[in-house]
């Protein structure tokens, strides 16, 4: 049997029978540590995901091993490969489908810059239409690299507030996208 | 090899339609030659319809773009005959101001698809084709990127500027 490993507790008050903390801390490590991915996976980098999702990288481990294939339920928009310019109005709705709190990681070269793909059909990144949290570089990027961006998409959702979308920050970040 | 030989094949187009059969060639042993958008309708229908012939195949149907020719603008038809194995490749050059042929949709429902694909990349407009409009690109795409004189990258490609290679 391996050994159970548990979250640490947040910073808080502890006592005989009680402990108190902050709502934002509480439901920040819950959210990370049960974020929903919707997988966007357009071609190979959607290969290594599934490596990365599948028994020896097993991305279970970190709470994200419930794929959600509709956007309403997911929490983490996970675009992997190539995004022509006609894909491009489809993720960008996928992306206005999803509810907040939502965080998007943006996996190989392809869909951070375009990659090798320097040409009048193919979206030059995908921040060119929706907001990017986390990128990862590679072509394709290894297993382990996916799972190091997860668990930096894992440390954004910790630190945040409760409600980013109520901050101006993150509002105006949506209007320059159009979006709201 | 096909049961007909390019040389016969050449000779039955060439009683047909004479003169108007042009640039006759034979790279890799595939006879090709150029006609006019006058009769290129005729031709097709010829090659497919004659009974010992019978190119009932379109193979391909596509563009090119020569821009330093009179006429820039190329439509090659593939087309191959099933029943004798033999292929063969027609020629069309079209002017860059006046890019219409018409459409070889009344002879293979196929070409339907293949024709707005050429009209995407090339601009060619098949006269009378059931519904030309963009079949690969975006819809609100106003170049015809396979044009010579379209740029094959895309302008907001930013981490390749010479700033960051001290060019």
């Known amino acids: 049997m391996s050994e159970i490993q548990l979250v640490d507790a947040p910073a808080g008050i502890e006592g005989a029978g009680f402990f108190a903390t902050t709502a934002d801390k509480v439901l920040g490590i819950a959210r990370a540590n049960s974020l929903w991915p919707l997988p966007f996976a357009t071609s190979c980098c959607g290969i290594e995901f599934m490596a990365t999702a599948a028994s020896h990288y097993d991305i279970a481990r970190f709470g994200a091993e419930r794929m959600s294939f509709s956007p309403r339920q997911a929490d983490l928009l996970m675009v992997m490969g190539t995004i022509s310019k006609k894909m491009g109005p489809v993720l960008r709705q996928v992306y206005l489908q999803m509810a907040e709190p939502r965080w998007v990681l943006s996996m190989g070269a392809c869909a951070c810059s375009g990659g090798i793909f320097d040409t009048y059909s193919v979206l030059q990144g995908i921040d060119e239409i929706i907001p990017v949290d986390v990128y990862i570089p590679g072509c394709p990027p290894r297993p382990e690299a996916v799972l190091d961006g997860f668990m930096l998409i894992q440390e954004l959702v910790k630190s945040e507030t409760l409600r980013r979308r109520n901050e101006p920050k993150y509002q105006k970040l949506l209007a320059s996208y159009g979006i709201q | ?167």
């Open chain 2, 1 to 167: 090899m096909g049961k007909i030989s390019n040389e016969d094949l050449l000779a039955k187009i060439s009683a047909k339609f004479a003169d108007k059969v042009t640039s006759v060639s034979e790279p890799f042993g595939l006879l090709t030659f150029e006609t006019d958008r006058e009769q290129i309708i005729e031709v097709l229908d010829f090659l497919k319809n004659d009974a010992a012939l019978q190119f009932v195949y379109l193979t391909d149907l596509t563009g090119i773009h020569y821009p330093g020719q009179a006429k820039p603008i190329g439509v090659i038809y593939h087309l191959h005959s099933l029943v004798n194995n033999v292929r063969v490749r027609i020629k069309v050059f079209l002017a860059d101001d006046d890019v219409h042929i018409p459409t070889a949709t009344g002879l293979w429902h196929g070409a339907n698809w293949m024709e707005r694909e050429t009209y995407d990349f090339f601009g060619v407009i098949f006269d009378r084709h059931p519904d030309l409009r963009r079949i690969l690109n975006v819809d609100d795409m106003t170049a015809f990127p396979m044009r010579k004189e379209f740029p094959l990258e895309d302008p907001n490609r930013v981490d390749k500027k010479d700033y960051f290679f001290g060019r």
